[in-house]
């Protein structure tokens, strides 16, 4: 199968030319094939926020190359990558930072308005499906704050989803519920990566969680020590 | 380019933060109005003095030169000389009807009115006073300064034995409407004249003072038979009688001057009164200026979160920048309108307020559509300037920063 992320010799390094030169990352080689279920484990400090982010297109690797869904990243511009980035990966965050001035249908839709990806109407229809999806057909209307944590995190996922890519990026998305919510926003997580074929790397403390994981790395003092 | 997601934004964003908004609304819309209401006072204020003063005086008057004394010097005899100004005696302007001609032909120029005045003594039995013997040509002159305003009895119709005078003189010398009065020249020739009208000029001593003629009866009373003592000139440019009065100076070796000169005065305190108006709206502009900025600079700290968010979700750079701008231009145009909207009725108030000693109105709550147009486009302009820093900061953020924030 082709790979839809690929990561050769990661560095990354902060305070560059300083005294204080600091190597976070210390040579990372990844590859997640497509339609892979993988979680990135590892201690505070260990670097795993760092490797998301340049695996999210976020931040710049101070060398080493990224490929995803085919396109090397290495020499473009920031409006090629930021669009590269919107189209190809999706991402959910531990708070799951939805928009507070928008309702959950909205927050969905984000990602098709930005990038102008389908008509209104249309991006309407495939927002309150995902919602429907994630179990949230009531709450289109509610704003952020009307709905619990796991209902948050779940129109974090629908909003992930809505330009059906190939690739999600999940940091903590568990780690600020409760064992219950969890466990069932896991369980959505799962169930998408199965029906849709969409990969994920799912970053996470729980070791529990990463074993229910089809391909796992682990990461400590940012080094990959084993992969599971 | 749909500028769809920019708008929702930039007016969600606005609706958040709603406190925030409807203040630096509110001061936008207090800095037009400022702007507008301030502009159109003066402009109003200013048309009302201008007219008042010029409509019952002449734009340009032409006069002969003054008469000097001449020194002459022997070429090798030095001579310490104190040199007395000559008195100036009534004279007439020589080729008075070329020069008059070349007045009317002389682009610019409205009306042309020949004038022989000079002074003379008006009595009734036993009441005396210096007055001014207004020579005319009633035709010509009521084109220069339109008497028939500031008839309050009567009619301004002169004949050879008419004449129309001021309230106060009316009042001085005990006479009415179709009495009649002496008036003796400097020589001592008497002639009687039949008062037709009586004017008000709303100034105190050209009541007292003003006695119009016929030209002709004038010229005999005071010595100067077929000559004018000057020629009076109304222009259709109340700003350009200066230049054309230099220019009508030049072709014909007279005394030229303007109301600009005659009025330096007044006209100071109007040119000051504009450069004052003129700080103001730079002064307010800044204000706003600034206002806009700050609660922009505030709402991009604020939602920083978000732009982090929505970098990445794929929003780029310059999508970012645009949102901040719309607000700015948001602020700008919304602001506008309402500051429109609210200088008219500040205008309306103060038209009923403001009032003329006399009772007289002194101002009518207009708006000029120029001025109406150009505070519109730099409230917008300086919206969008404004925000312009703001925008920058957050489409430079980095969202890594501020999703962490």
Not at chain 1, 143 to 163: D, T
Not at chain 2, 49 to 78: K, Y
Not at chain 2, 257 to 282: D, F, K, P, Y
Request: proline letters at 3%; hydrophobic letters at 45%; charged letters at 15%.
């Amino acid at each position: 199968m082709n790979p839809i992320l690929q990561l050769k010799h990661i560095r990354k390094s902060y305070n560059i030319g300083t005294s204080i030169e600091t190597e976070i990352l210390h040579g990372i080689d990844i590859e997640l094939s497509s339609g892979s279920f993988s979680a990135l484990t590892g201690p505070s400090g260990s670097g795993k926020s760092t490797l998301l982010n340049i695996i999210g297109l976020l931040e710049p690797p101070t060398s080493g190359e990224l490929i995803i869904a085919g396109q090397s990243t290495q020499n473009i511009g920031d409006d090629q990558l930021t669009k590269l980035r919107g189209l190809n990966i999706g991402f959910v965050f531990q708070f799951h930072h939805l928009l507070p001035a928008f309702n959950a249908l909205e927050n969905v839709m984000m990602p098709s308005i930005i990038h102008r990806h389908l008509e209104r109407q249309a991006a309407e229809k495939r927002a309150q499906q995902l919602l429907g999806a994630v179990g949230l057909a009531q709450a289109l209307y509610k704003k952020p704050n009307e709905l619990s944590g796991g209902m948050q995190q779940r129109v974090a996922i629908a909003r992930a989803l809505m330009l059906n890519p190939p690739l999600v990026l999940a940091d903590e998305p568990t780690g600020n519920l409760d064992t219950h919510s969890a466990d069932e926003i896991f369980k959505l997580l799962e169930h998408i990566n199965q029906t849709e074929g969409i990969s994920f790397l799912i970053v996470t403390h729980d070791m529990q969680l990463a074993r229910r994981c089809g391909q796992g790395f682990h990461l400590v003092d940012g080094q990959l020590t084993q992969s599971f | 380019m749909s500028l769809a997601f920019e708008w929702l934004l930039a007016i969600r964003f606005l609706k958040e933060g709603r406190m925030q908004s409807w203040l630096i609304l509110a001061g936008v819309t207090g800095g037009v109005a400022i702007i507008i209401f301030l502009t159109q006072l003066i402009n109003q204020l200013q048309g009302t003095i201008i007219d008042r003063v010029l409509s019952s005086q002449a734009h340009i008057v032409m006069r002969p030169a003054e008469e000097a004394v001449l020194r002459f010097d022997q070429a090798d005899t030095l001579t310490a000389a104190l040199i007395q100004q000559r008195g100036q005696r009534l004279r007439s302007i020589d080729q008075w009807e070329s020069f008059a001609q070349l007045a009317r032909t002389t682009p610019g120029i409205k009306a042309v009115s020949p004038l022989a005045t000079g002074p003379v003594f008006a009595r009734n039995n036993l009441a005396s006073k210096s007055v001014v013997l207004m020579g005319i040509v009633p035709e010509d002159y009521l084109n220069v300064v339109n008497m028939n305003r500031y008839l309050v009895k009567g009619r301004f119709d002169i004949g050879s034995e008419q004449t129309v005078i001021g309230t106060e003189l009316a009042k001085d010398l005990g006479v009415n409407l179709g009495d009649r009065i002496q008036v003796v020249s400097e020589s001592g020739v008497v002639q009687n004249l039949t008062i037709v009208g009586l004017f008000d000029i709303n100034n105190k001593d050209l009541n007292k003072r003003w006695v119009f003629t016929q030209l002709r009866l004038a010229q005999s009373l005071l010595n100067i038979p077929g000559g004018v003592s000057s020629i009076d000139l109304t222009v259709h440019d109340l700003f350009g009688a200066k230049l054309l009065a230099q220019r009508l100076s030049k072709q014909t070796g007279l005394l030229v001057e303007s109301w600009m000169e005659t009025n330096s005065g007044l006209l100071n305190a109007l040119s000051n009164q504009t450069v004052t108006n003129n700080l103001i709206r730079v002064f307010v502009v800044i204000i706003v200026a600034l206002g806009i900025a700050s609660v922009l600079v505030v709402s991009v700290v604020q939602k920083q979160k978000e732009i982090g968010i929505l970098r990445a979700m794929g929003a780029t750079q310059q999508q970012v920048l645009r949102i901040f701008l719309m607000q700015g231009a948001i602020f700008g145009s919304l602001g506008s309108l309402m500051g429109v909207s609210l200088a008219f009725a500040l205008l309306t108030l103060f038209a009923s307020i403001y009032k003329a000693p006399n009772g007289s109105i002194m101002f009518t709550a207009q708006l000029d559509p120029n001025l109406v147009v150009m505070a519109s486009i730099v409230a917008l302009l300086v919206g969008i300037l404004a925000a312009l820093l703001p925008a920058r900061r957050a489409a430079r953020m980095d969202p890594v920063q501020a999703i962490r924030s």
